[in-house]
């Protein structure tokens, strides 16, 4: 078996905490609140944070070549969410696994 490299395999763990807790947000709490956490630009921005990390895992889990520039974008992706979640309040979950996300991203990708 080959190893994974410690700082993706902590990378890969964290993107997928975010993509659960996107998906789990979006679709449950957001949709039950309505309102501004139903609006479509809200749904959007964590529905293509969702997506993007389990792209970015992919792309990690694969050891591709153009792993850091997903992980680059996954990590102004999950900014945005997070900055979008934080903006309507009561989904601070979300926030942190954005927030931490990025911050692994960002790693990944220097």
Do not use: W, Y
Request: aromatic fraction near 0%; hydrophobic fraction near 40%.
């Amino acid at each position: 078996m080959h190893q994974i490299d410690p700082d993706m395999q902590v990378c890969m763990d964290t993107c997928h905490e975010c993509h659960i807790s996107c998906l789990q947000m979006a679709m449950n709490h957001c949709l039950e609140m309505g309102g501004q956490h139903a609006a479509p630009e809200h749904m959007k921005i964590m529905a293509d944070c969702a997506q993007i990390c389990a792209v970015a895992i992919d792309f990690m889990a694969r050891k591709s070549a153009h792993h850091q520039h997903i992980c680059r974008e996954c990590a102004e992706i999950c900014r945005a969410c997070a900055a979008s979640c934080e903006a309507l309040g009561g989904m601070e979950e979300c926030v942190a696994a954005c927030r931490k996300c990025a911050e692994a991203c960002d790693r990944i990708a220097a």
